[in-house]
């Protein structure tokens, strides 16, 4: 199993950033991908940014240029950074991971992010 915890979230005003970091309680290297969805009120949650193990990214459309998807192999921590902030991108972000020799998919509990004046 892993577990996944995420931090890093809160209230900015548009244009800001912050950056959200999720902590893996095993190798990020026996994780095939981690990544972040966002799930607003109403919505379904989407894809926000992946990271594969070898180091390939992708990204929502909405969320290219603006955010950006690293990881820390040395503290089993993926980050994302998000920059230009906009009310849409106000939800609840979720830390995703695929095992690599399970395939299995494992969540954080979420963190909040309001970006509101």
């Known amino acids: 199993q892993v577990q996944l915890v995420e931090s890093g979230g809160g209230l900015v005003q548009p244009g800001g950033s912050l950056r959200l970091s999720c902590a893996a309680s095993?190798?990020?290297?026996?994780?095939?991908?981690m990544g972040w969805y966002r799930q607003a009120p109403g919505t379904e949650r989407e894809l926000v940014a992946t990271i594969a193990r070898g180091g390939s990214t992708n990204y929502a459309g909405s969320v290219k240029g603006r955010f950006t998807i690293s990881r820390d192999n040395a503290k089993n921590t993926a980050y994302l950074q998000m920059n230009s902030l906009k009310p849409d991108d106000t939800a609840v972000y979720y830390c995703?991971?695929?095992?690599?020799?399970?395939?299995?998919?494992?969540w954080g509990l979420g963190t909040q992010v309001t970006v509101s004046s």
């Open positions: 095993k190798s990020i290297f026996s994780i095939r991908a």
């Open positions: 995703y991971a695929r095992e690599l020799d399970t395939s299995a998919d494992y």
